[in-house]
């Protein structure tokens, strides 16, 4: 059986396909009682890490908890070396998700909704990674679901799994001569949007944007600091436990808001806050403006000011939990009027759309792109020129999982110095210079041997860099695999010398 799983800063959610529908899994939670996610959270007890319900249990006996650890996937620094604190201990990154992957693997197989119908050791799933997401992140979401021991069938953007699933349900829509949709995700800690086309049953990605930096978590802060104004505090009065139940407190408070609500009230070190609404919203604003701005591209906007056009956009279709607070589909709808439509599930959309995107017999194709750049800083003379070459185009269309086929791209020169200097580099969107701006993640740094001599000596960056005359040969080749991530393969067409570089974990320990 077939499995989506959005693994999500707030809440993890799988779905699964069963004979054309797409159920979510429910779990049981610390009372025992169905509940259609997993929290993405993790506790240390008794030197022990302890995941989802049971850390959220841990946690009201006093462990402090670690949430929202998806987000340190999104640091243009992390790797396989990064840590993150649970309790008082440091614990690698990629062992905090592999171990919550495991966790989430035992209890769909123990007492999952599914577990009947599922078949172990191994499971097999599609899951999803933000549509902006860096080779890194890619990389380690899908090591740690394999160490977890899921077979990872795709890896899809989770915009466009959404998009998938508005196409499910509301197909209606879609007709000539409006083909397209708009996802508007807002998730907990990530905002993505794409643009898809669709056909049929065929969808294909055109397009994805997002901000790697705003979500729900980001609302829960300018609500607490609402709170904290308004009880003449700060953040540095409250220790950090007060400070985690603040933000808890007005995350559920957040969560219990209905459009017509005037006032809420917030907990702060105790004591009840009487907070205005309005006042809260004016001050989330400019979040959401944000996050309309970061999608206006799709919709032909250059400025955020400039008015979209519509005129083939079946829906802008609106899912994430965030999307939730009522003041986001107010501010969309003043924006884009009434092809707002809200996803009945919010929530759970992507993970139906990856149970979909799983699901052999669904008869849906999804047809994704890169989404990131790929290219590198050369430098000459050690640095002291240096120019940049985009390589990989974001808008490359990525290989099917199914297909061998990987796109190439390959550059071949004759050698000008004696080594040369690599600084590789993924980035979201290249300026009128066609440099790389906004962010920026660093791929790898390479220091490659043209001339022969230097060729197997580890000392190159204390060479210094020469030209040369009638260097030998050289081939560069970049290689995309369906998942997105790049591999690099340098190689002296002369000696046959080569080196390659890809994203890589060290061995786990032990
Ligand atoms: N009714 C609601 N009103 C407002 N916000 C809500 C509501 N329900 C959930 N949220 C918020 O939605 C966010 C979680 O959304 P979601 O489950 O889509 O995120 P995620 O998948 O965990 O995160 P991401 O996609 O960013 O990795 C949290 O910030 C949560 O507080
Ligand atoms: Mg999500």
Redesign the pocket.
């Known amino acids: 059986m077939q499995l989506g799983v959005?693994f999500?800063?707030?809440?993890t959610i799988v779905a699964y396909a069963d004979r054309g529908n797409y159920p979510v899994v429910t779990f049981a939670d610390a009372d025992g009682d169905p509940q259609e996610f997993v929290p993405?959270v993790v506790a240390l007890v008794d030197d022990e890490l302890v995941y989802g319900f049971e850390a959220l249990r841990a946690a009201e006996a006093g462990a402090v908890p670690l949430r929202s650890f998806?987000r340190a996937l999104a640091s243009p620094e992390v790797g396989p070396h990064t840590v993150v604190h649970v309790g008082d201990r440091q614990v690698p990154l990629l062992e905090v998700i592999t171990g919550f992957a495991a966790s989430l693997r035992h209890e769909l197989l123990t007492s999952g909704s599914a577990r009947d119908l599922l078949e172990g050791p191994t499971l097999s799933a599609a899951i999803a990674v933000?549509a902006h997401a860096h080779g890194a992140q890619r990389f380690l979401t899908l090591e740690a679901f394999r160490r977890a021991g899921f077979e990872v069938t795709a890896m899809i953007n989770?915009p466009s799994a959404a998009g998938l699933e508005y196409s499910h349900r509301q197909g209606r829509t879609l007709n000539s001569r409006r083909t397209r949709v708009v996802v508007y995700?807002l998730?907990?800690?990530?905002f993505d949007a794409s643009l898809v086309k669709v056909d049929g049953t065929a969808h294909e990605v055109l397009d994805s944007l997002g901000l790697n930096d705003v979500?729900?978590?980001d609302?829960?802060v300018v609500l607490a600091d609402c709170a904290l104004a308004e009880a003449g505090l700060t953040w540095d009065d409250l220790d950090v436990r007060a400070q985690a139940e603040l933000l808890g407190d007005a995350?559920e408070a957040?969560?219990r808001?209905s459009p017509q609500a005037k006032r809420l009230v917030i907990d702060v070190a105790g004591r009840p806050v009487i907070v205005k609404v309005a006042a809260c919203y004016a001050a989330a604003t400019p979040l959401v403006e944000r996050t309309i701005a970061a999608m206006g591209p799709l919709l032909g906007m250059l400025e955020a000011t400039d008015s979209p056009d519509l005129s083939d956009i079946a829906g802008i279709y609106l899912v994430?939990?965030?999307s939730?607070?009522p003041l986001v589909p107010r501010l969309l709808r003043e924006r884009f009027g009434r092809r707002v439509h809200r996803s009945p599930y919010?929530?759970a959309s992507?993970a139906i759309g990856l149970a979909i995107a799983a699901d052999r017999d669904s008869g849906y194709s999804l047809t994704d792109r890169l989404s990131r750049g790929f290219g590198v800083f050369r430098e000459g003379e050690s640095g002291r020129r240096l120019s940049f070459d985009p390589i990989i185009g974001r808008e490359v269309v990525l290989p099917g999982a199914e297909t061998a086929d990987r796109v190439v791209v390959t550059r071949r020169y004759r050698a000008a110095h004696n080594v040369g200097w690599f600084r590789f580099v993924e980035y979201a969107a290249l300026d009128q210079w066609g440099e790389p701006r906004g962010d920026i993640v660093p791929f790898a740094h390479v220091v490659f041997p043209f001339s022969p001599d230097l060729q197997g000596r580890d000392d190159l960056e204390q060479v210094g860099v020469q030209r040369t005359e009638g260097g030998p040969l050289i081939e560069e080749r970049y290689t995309i695999d369906p998942h997105g991530m790049v591999e690099v393969n340098l190689t002296c067409l002369d000696t046959g010398y080569s080196q390659t570089h890809a994203l890589r974990a060290r061995e786990p320990v032990g």
């Open positions: 959005d999500g800063t707030t809440r993405t998806k933000p989770e995700d998730g907990g800690g990530t979500g729900g978590d609302i829960d995350r957040k969560e808001l994430g939990g965030a939730g607070l919010p929530a992507t």
